[in-house]
């Protein structure tokens, strides 16, 4: 029974739970609340836009640190978004970099210490994802009327064929809002459950006195690798997010292959 | 066999899947490298379709991950 209770207070899930601030009420029967989730998304939002607003207000022709900062992650984006999907893609700019930037401040302030991650919960990135899904589809219609179903049938198919690559084209672009989201929910989620794993062998390790001091130094190292390699997953898994938009919005573009 | 067993049994083979995107990540990457040490100057323009097929291919093993998350605290 003592094992049980060492293994509550190590849960590595516990990190993940929601917890209302303070109540909004009941709208339609459902439980409204400021959460420590909605509280974290807003700190985002308020990071990201006094960078920009700070960064751009002096305009200075030899650019300062947070204006290179901004302009920096401006030209990265526009020109990640201008390669994948084209000048005509720039419209979609606000679009992405607001995607990226979101992403990435989520994740990068999810590492700190006791703060929350929200793009650790599959309800954020799966709205993230049907944003984007929609959009493909609604201005893939829009643009260019039913022609957007020539993305299905690929061209220099064999005429047997068809009908088979049709239906794997139709799965493969079902399962994209699925793995868009799933992706980084399930990357933020792992890393920082085995942040949270080895950060609970030091304190385990370190129940034995001194040796088990000693011996704590390893699960310890590990932890700051690890907190190194989360680092790169939280830029990359942003990255990702915003270069597979860009190459979903490229699809609506110009759907016939 | 009790419930809990076969839960962390089939968790355990879940994981499995994972080997499998492990060998696609490490071919990709094995062959961008390969292929950026013959051409450096076109490693560059190459970097976004590697960050793609990355992401395609590493989809895939996240999917047996969670599949192994469910099992643990979700079934």
Redesign the interface.
């Known amino acids: 029974m003592e094992e049980t209770a060492a293994a509550d207070k190590f849960d590595p899930?516990h990190q993940f739970g929601i917890i209302p601030i303070f109540d909004l009420g009941t709208i339609g029967g459902v439980h409204i609340a400021f959460t420590n989730s909605a509280l974290f998304m807003a700190i985002a939002v308020i990071l990201i836009s006094s960078l920009l607003i700070v960064g751009t207000s002096s305009r200075a022709l030899v650019p300062g640190r947070i204006q290179s900062l901004a302009e920096i992650s401006y030209e990265f984006v526009a020109n990640?978004l201008r390669?994948?999907a084209g000048k005509e893609g720039m419209r979609f700019f606000p679009f992405v970099f607001s995607l990226f930037m979101f992403v990435l401040f989520l994740n990068v302030l999810g590492l700190f210490p006791y703060f929350f991650t929200v793009t650790s919960h599959i309800v954020i990135t799966a709205t993230l994802a049907i944003a984007v899904i929609l959009t493909v589809i609604i201005y893939g219609f829009y643009r260019n009327g039913l022609k957007f179903l020539g993305l299905f049938v690929p061209q220099g198919v064999p005429g047997f064929l068809t009908p088979l690559v049709v239906l794997i084209e139709v799965l493969s672009f079902l399962s994209r809002p699925l793995?868009l989201s799933?992706?980084l929910f399930?990357?933020m989620?792992?890393g920082h459950i085995t942040l949270k794993v080895f950060a609970s062998f030091i304190l385990m390790l370190s129940a034995y006195g001194f040796v088990g001091w000693i011996g704590a130094i390893l699960p310890f190292g590990m932890t700051v690798a690890l907190t190194a390699l989360e680092v790169l997953v939280a830029f990359?898994q942003a990255?990702?997010f915003a270069?597979?938009t860009s190459?979903y919005l490229n699809d609506a573009i110009h759907p016939s292959h | 066999m009790e419930a809990d067993a076969a839960k962390l049994i089939g968790a355990g083979i879940a994981c499995i899947g994972m080997g499998g995107a492990g060998v696609g990540v490490g071919t990709l990457f094995g062959h961008y490298l390969a292929g950026a040490i013959r051409n450096p100057a076109a490693a560059d323009g190459q970097f976004p379709r590697l960050i793609f097929g990355f992401a395609v291919t590493e989809a895939l093993g996240i999917f047996s991950l969670l599949i192994a998350l469910l099992l643990l605290y979700a079934v």
Do not use: F, G, K, W
């Open positions: 899930i990640m390669e994948s793995s799933v992706r399930a990357n989620l792992a990359l990255y990702v270069i597979l190459m």
